[in-house]
């Protein structure tokens, strides 16, 4: 499978814990995205990475919200201190290099539903 | 602020008819336009993208973009109950990265 992945699929935690969550992109794919979903909204825009350069970090995403993409492969999103209101899908997607004419057509992971009690 | 704004539904079609599903978008700088289909616990899969004005056809699909009217549209020619989902307008700029989502609109397709 050459799809986007990531793990887990399901966590849950208890309030005040810390959570990972990993993101494997397309392999021939430099930019990552990360996203949170509530029901019922659109995927919202948290953080972007190109190659292992993180270029833009959401203004709503709280200090407590890190991301990481170390060696422009793989990426993981670590939430410190978990609130009740961090519950929601958490999505990954990767797009195509960059060059002169670019869409920037997104494909996404599988997602990381996040459960915090 | 960017945005786009989508009618959330639900829109209830019969199966065999024409679906659509409009989107507009308060950015004129945005250039390109996405349409995702999301399955319930699931996550958005890409169906089609835009970026001229026009009529763009794939298969039972076509997009639809004006941007004198900042509008983008999806028809979904002879719907299927398979058909029935949440789709996601998503607008872009070229050569940009950030992609800002609508809340998407749930599509039932009766059998």
């Known amino acids: 499978d050459t799809g986007v992945s990531q793990n887990p699929r399901h966590k849950i935690t208890k309030r005040g814990q810390n959570v990972t969550f990993r993101c494997d992109p397309i392999s021939e794919h430099n930019r990552l995205y990360w996203y949170r979903q509530t029901l019922g909204q659109g995927p919202e825009f948290l953080t972007y990475?190109?190659?292992?350069?993180?270029?833009?970090k959401s203004r709503l995403l709280s200090d407590r919200f890190s991301a990481e993409r170390p060696k422009g492969s793989f990426s993981t999103l670590e939430i410190q201190r978990t609130e009740q209101g961090d519950s929601a899908m958490y999505l990954c997607?990767?797009?195509?290099?960059?060059?002169?004419?670019?869409?920037?057509?997104?494909?996404f992971g599988p997602g990381t539903r996040l459960t915090v009690l | 602020q960017k945005e786009v704004e989508q009618n959330s539904g639900p829109l209830s079609v019969p199966e065999g008819a024409i679906a659509s599903l409009n989107c507009t978008y308060s950015?004129?700088?945005?250039?390109?336009f996405f349409w995702y289909r999301q399955y319930s616990g699931k996550s958005p899969e890409l169906i089609m993208f835009i970026y001229s004005n026009g009529d763009k056809e794939d298969g039972r699909f076509t997009a639809q973009l004006n941007k004198a009217s900042q509008y983008v549209s999806l028809l979904i020619r002879d719907s299927q109950p398979s058909d029935s989902a949440t789709y996601l307008c998503?607008?872009?700029?070229?050569?940009?990265?950030?992609?800002?989502f609508g809340a998407g609109t749930r599509l039932f397709v009766k059998a």
């Open positions: 990475f190109q190659n292992e350069a993180q270029l833009e």
């Open positions: 998503a607008g872009g700029w070229v050569g940009g990265f950030k992609t800002i």
């Open positions: 950015d004129r700088g945005s250039q390109s």
């Open positions: 997607a990767s797009s195509f290099p960059s060059g002169v004419q670019t869409y920037n057509e997104q494909f």
